[in-house]
């Protein structure tokens, strides 16, 4: 079986209605207040909105926003409080509202205050190309620069344990290059059989690379370059070797394909709605029925 999709996950968010409580870290952003307002009405979430209330209350306004179901917290600084919110259970995940990325990481990376699980924290972003009826996983498009063997895995394991939380009961990972050939001038090539090495594996996941985009996604570039796996055109989920190469790609699929997409952190104490300043609202939402699936 494979991902659900974003109906999918809107439709059972929609029928549970479980209000999970939602920090945000800057809640002086209108296209996360108008998401919020949105998944508030359709019962999705409880937001605290932690930043200058003055600002977020001015914002809603101009937004035709209603606070009657939102919770401020007046901070100064919004990360601190949002994730001391998390430590205190009176969030059961964290969003990314307005503020700048190295804030919000420092917040959540320090090492007495912060979510850190022991574990490396990755951006993972479910993709679906509906033309194709094809959803897929992509990770670490966000975070992590240059991962080690270890930090490789643990993205790995943490975007198989997402998998497998839509409803994708072996997940089919595929470790990318730029070829699917093994050489000593991409070092990158190497890089599955050293995740196999250390990886924690069960037989319901299927690891298969190096291997190109074009295998990854589709079964008729298996068929003429002769290749065959089970991963090979059915990809569930692409981890690839460094954040350039994740980031290039989830970005040209973004802006240039017919495509829904939403993201999140995984690997921290609770799952965090993490996207770019540049998303809309309704790639908000479908970011907060993915973050929200799983907890």
């Known amino acids: 079986m494979g991902l659900q999709t974003f109906d999918q996950l809107f439709a059972r968010a929609d029928a549970n209605r479980r209000e999970c409580p939602v920090v945000v870290a800057g809640?002086?952003?209108?296209?996360?207040?108008?998401?919020?307002?949105?998944?508030?009405?359709?019962?999705?979430?409880?937001?605290?909105?932690?930043?200058?209330a003055a600002e977020i209350e001015s914002v809603a306004a101009a937004e035709n926003v209603p606070l009657d179901h939102f919770q401020i917290i007046d901070s100064d600084q919004p990360a601190v409080a949002a994730v001391e919110c998390i430590r205190r259970d009176q969030a059961v995940a964290l969003m990314k509202g307005r503020i700048a990325t190295p804030d919000l990481m420092r917040a959540v990376l320090n090492s007495k205050s912060?979510?850190?699980?022991?574990?490396?924290?990755?951006?993972?972003?479910?993709?679906?190309?509906?033309?194709?009826?094809?959803?897929?996983?992509?990770?670490?498009?966000?975070?992590?620069?240059?991962?080690?063997?270890?930090?490789?895995?643990?993205?790995?394991e943490s975007t198989a344990q997402v998998a497998k939380s839509l409803g994708c009961t072996s997940p089919r990972i595929a470790i990318m290059?730029?070829?699917?050939?093994?050489?000593?001038?991409?070092?990158?090539?190497?890089l599955t059989d050293?995740?196999?090495?250390?990886?924690?594996?069960?037989?319901?996941?299927?690891?298969?690379?190096?291997?190109?985009?074009?295998?990854?996604?589709?079964?008729?570039?298996?068929e003429r370059k002769g290749l065959d796996g089970e991963v090979i055109g059915s990809a569930d989920a692409m981890v690839f070797p460094n954040l350039l190469s994740a980031n290039l790609t989830v970005?040209?699929?973004?802006?240039?394909?017919?495509?829904r997409f939403g993201g999140m952190l995984a690997g921290a104490a609770c799952p965090i709605v993490f996207m770019s300043r540049a998303d809309n609202v309704q790639t908000r939402i479908r970011s907060l029925a993915l973050a929200l699936h799983p907890t």
């Open 114 to 156: 912060g979510l850190k699980t022991g574990r490396t924290i990755c951006q993972i972003v479910m993709m679906e190309i509906p033309k194709d009826h094809r959803q897929f996983l992509l990770a670490d498009t966000g975070i992590t620069i240059e991962p080690t063997i270890q930090q490789a895995t643990e993205i790995v």
């Open 177 to 190: 290059a730029a070829s699917e050939k093994v050489t000593n001038a991409m070092p990158e090539t190497h």
């Open 251 to 259: 970005k040209a699929i973004m802006y240039t394909a017919d495509c």
């Open 194 to 222: 050293q995740i196999a090495a250390t990886i924690v594996t069960s037989s319901d996941i299927h690891v298969q690379g190096p291997l190109s985009f074009d295998l990854a996604y589709s079964t008729t570039a298996g």
């Open 27 to 52: 809640g002086n952003d209108p296209t996360v207040l108008n998401a919020l307002a949105e998944t508030t009405r359709r019962g999705w979430t409880l937001p605290i909105l932690c930043g200058p």
